[in-house]
């Protein structure tokens, strides 16, 4: 089972792993970073370049769910082909089989965050993914039409 949430709401769930899928750790919380459960998987984060589109946009208060599902997805999505990012895909789906891992980010909206794009992949993939409210995220299946047909 995949659970997505921020990391504010990360203590509220209950989880055998905590994948950070961010660029670099700084700015989590102690209590997070401390926790034996925490592993950072960069490789599932957007690019450098991608999140510092993002901030640029979101500085310039133009980021919005248009932007994210018309500029941001398809980028997303073609640096999860990436050899390394598949591996990465193909290791989570396994693990989620045998155990609960919440992907944790910074972000706190999670429709326009990369956490949705890849929970949109494990649902269409046939997994259990939820949010940290439990709700169901079949919302997100979109995202996996659009990575069958890139």
């Not at 396994?94 to 992907?103: G, V």
Request: charged share 25%; hydrophobic share 35%; with cysteine.
């Amino acid at each position: 089972m995949i659970i997505v949430c921020s990391q504010d709401n990360v203590q509220y769930v209950e989880c055998d792993e905590v994948w950070v899928i961010m660029r670099s750790p700084g700015g989590l919380p102690p209590r997070l970073l401390h926790d034996p459960r925490t592993s950072l998987h960069a490789e599932l984060s957007p690019s450098l370049e991608l999140l510092s589109w993002t901030i640029q946009q979101k500085r310039k208060f133009r980021f919005s769910q248009e932007m994210f599902d018309q500029e941001y997805v398809p980028r997303f999505l073609e640096e999860m082909r990436t050899q390394t990012a598949r591996e990465a895909l193909n290791h989570l789906y396994a693990e989620q089989k045998k155990k609960c891992i919440a992907l944790v980010c910074s972000c706190r909206t999670e429709s326009v965050c990369h956490r949705s794009i890849l929970a949109g992949l494990f649902v269409g993939a046939g997994c259990e993914v939820t949010n940290e409210n439990r709700q169901n995220m079949d919302k997100y299946r979109k995202y996996w039409g659009r990575w069958k047909e890139g």
